[in-house]
């Protein structure tokens, strides 16, 4: 077995990933039933917290529903997560209220995180 290079790691199939978690289908080449085997022996021999994310992540792939519904809760989380930002950087800004240097570097830290997220969410 030969390590990859840095340049060779980089480039990584992820749909290669996705289907070794996906279950078995008609068309299911043999490679990749070998690495569905392989992970699954990993994950029994790893116990603890690799088995059970393999577990979740395979029904989460087998059920749209399942999985509809984690995607939905990660956007709650991260919509609460990037209002809460935004409310921090509103308040600590335009008050200009500031009662230690670390209040100071909060609010450039929230202004700087939801300024970034909003210029990545408008792209």
């Given at each position: 077995?030969?390590?990859?290079?840095?340049?060779?790691?980089?480039?990584?199939?992820?749909?290669?990933?996705?289907?070794?978690?996906?279950?078995?289908?008609?068309q299911t080449g043999q490679?990749?039933?070998?690495?569905?085997?392989?992970?699954?022996?990993?994950?029994?021999?790893?116990?603890?917290?690799?088995?059970?994310?393999?577990?979740?992540?395979?029904?989460?792939?087998?059920?749209?529903?399942?999985?509809?519904?984690?995607?939905?809760?990660?956007?709650?989380?991260?919509?609460?997560?990037?209002?809460?930002?935004?409310?921090t950087r509103n308040s600590?800004?335009?008050?200009?209220?500031?009662?230690?240097?670390?209040?100071?570097?909060?609010?450039?830290?929230?202004?700087?995180?939801?300024?970034?997220?909003?210029?990545?969410?408008?792209?």
């Amino acid at each position: 077995m030969t390590i990859p290079s840095a340049s060779q790691a980089g480039k990584l199939d992820v749909n290669g990933w996705l289907d070794v978690l996906l279950p078995p289908r008609p068309q299911t080449g043999q490679d990749v039933l070998d690495a569905q085997s392989t992970i699954d022996a990993l994950s029994q021999l790893a116990g603890g917290y690799a088995q059970d994310a393999l577990t979740l992540w395979r029904a989460r792939l087998a059920d749209p529903k399942l999985l509809a519904d984690w995607l939905q809760d990660q956007q709650d989380v991260l919509h609460a997560l990037l209002q809460w930002l935004y409310a921090t950087r509103n308040s600590a800004i335009h008050r200009g209220q500031f009662t230690a240097p670390a209040d100071a570097m909060t609010a450039h830290a929230a202004r700087g995180v939801v300024d970034m997220l909003l210029e990545f969410l408008g792209n």
